[in-house]
Every structure is written in structure tokens, then in C-alpha cells.
């Protein structure tokens, strides 16, 4: 599939059935996932894969979300974890130049942007091999919950879940792309100075 149409046809897929995914397919992605570009070729990012049913369903439990119900199907979850330390460590390296961990000196968090754009090659991945793919948070008040559930150490978050699998029939594009148009170019890009 050209790139072009891998791009168009992502989308957020909110209903899965529960036929199996290709293990390669899912190694496929994150072998793509770590090729995304990292702040100091710090790769602080981590994945947590959960393709057994009995992982899913401890994930689920530990998230305890009545909702997502076209999502349980899904046959694979990834967890993405991104790890500020490792960040504000690379950086205090001889070759950066800083000497401490200043979280202050970071204009944005690039342990999570980062995180995000391993995130963004697994959903574009899922499309190029006809999966769906659903990225979706984790409510604050359970993040602890997961962490235990799956040994997550405290230097890593997750910043959401990644769910992929095959589309259910039924699924088509739903809520916000229904009642709100993509935003045209024109209202989004400015060149040379804003509204230029």
C-alpha cells in the first residue's frame, strides 16, 4: 500500500471481533515503533504487549471501564511507557552539556512526544497491514492499578493504550469524525507569521 493511502485510511477504530492477530504483524509495528525519531537518541520509551487473554482481561479488570465494550474483543493491547528519567539523564551527559536532571530546561515533554510519535508508527503500521487501531487513555485514578497489574517500574508511564485487531463489521467511523469536519489547511497552516 502506498503511504499515501496507509495515512488516509487510519483511523480510530472503536469495535473489534476477537480473530487472532498475526504475531508478526504485531512485531512488524514495534520494530517500527523504535524507529521513531527520540530527543538525543534517548529511545526512552518502553511496550508492554498484551496478546494473552488472560493479560487482557487483568487489564481490563485493573482499568475497571464499564465503556469500551466494542474495544474488549480486541486481541492485542500495547501499552506505551514513556520514561522522563532517561531523558533528563541522556541530557546530563558530557555530549549534551547540562550537568543536572533540570526538568525545567525542557521547553515540552519529549519523553512523552516522543512516546506519542512510536505510538503514531504502530496505528500507521496496523493500517498498512489492514488492522485496526485504536489509541485511548488510561483514567488517572487507575494508573497505579495498571502499573501493579503488569510490574511497571516507577520510572516508566504509560501514556495510553493501543488496541488493534480486526474491525468489526458493524464498525464505522463514529462520534467526533461524524459531527465534526477535518479542519482544511487553510485554518490550520500559517506561513511566514500567524494568519500569514
Known amino acids: 500500500m502506498e503511504f499515501t493511502e496507509v495515512v488516509r485510511r487510519r483511523r480510530m477504530v472503536r469495535s473489534f471481533t476477537d480473530e487472532p492477530v498475526e504475531?508478526?504483524?504485531v512485531e512488524r509495528a514495534l520494530s517500527h515503533a523504535v524507529r521513531a525519531p527520540?530527543?538525543?537518541?534517548?529511545?526512552?520509551?518502553?511496550?508492554?504487549?498484551?496478546?494473552?487473554?488472560?493479560?487482557?482481561?487483568?487489564?481490563?479488570?485493573?482499568?475497571?471501564?464499564?465503556?469500551?465494550?466494542?474495544v474488549r474483543p480486541a486481541p492485542v493491547l500495547i501499552l506505551p511507557l514513556s520514561s522522563k528519567r532517561s531523558y533528563l539523564e541522556r541530557y546530563a551527559e558530557p555530549d549534551k552539556g547540562w550537568t543536572d536532571l533540570d526538568e525545567s530546561r525542557w521547553p515540552a515533554p519529549y519523553w512523552d512526544i516522543d512516546c506519542g510519535m512510536a505510538v503514531l508508527l504502530?496505528?500507521?503500521?496496523?493500517?498498512?497491514?489492514?488492522?485496526?487501531?485504536?489509541?485511548?487513555?488510561?483514567?488517572?485514578?487507575?494508573?497505579?492499578?495498571?502499573?501493579?497489574?503488569?510490574?511497571?517500574?516507577?520510572?516508566?508511564?504509560?501514556?495510553?493504550?493501543?488496541?488493534?485487531?480486526?474491525?468489526?463489521?458493524?464498525?464505522?467511523?463514529?462520534?467526533?469524525?461524524?459531527?465534526?469536519?477535518?479542519?482544511?489547511?487553510?485554518?490550520?497552516?500559517?506561513?511566514?507569521?500567524?494568519?500569514?
Open 122 to 196: 504502530i496505528l500507521l503500521s496496523a493500517a498498512d497491514a489492514g488492522l485496526g487501531s485504536l489509541f485511548f487513555g488510561i483514567p488517572p485514578d487507575r494508573i497505579d492499578a495498571v502499573r501493579e497489574a503488569f510490574s511497571i517500574p516507577d520510572d516508566h508511564r504509560p501514556i495510553g493504550v493501543v488496541a488493534l485487531g480486526h474491525a468489526a463489521p458493524a464498525d464505522v467511523p463514529s462520534g467526533s469524525p461524524r459531527t465534526r469536519r477535518r479542519r482544511p489547511l487553510h485554518e490550520v497552516v500559517h506561513r511566514g507569521r500567524w494568519g500569514g
Open 23 to 25: 504475531p508478526s504483524v
Open 38 to 70: 527520540s530527543a538525543g537518541f534517548t529511545q526512552g520509551w518502553a511496550f508492554v504487549v498484551l496478546a494473552d487473554p488472560d493479560d487482557r482481561s487483568r487489564f481490563w479488570e485493573a482499568v475497571g471501564l464499564d465503556g469500551y465494550r466494542g
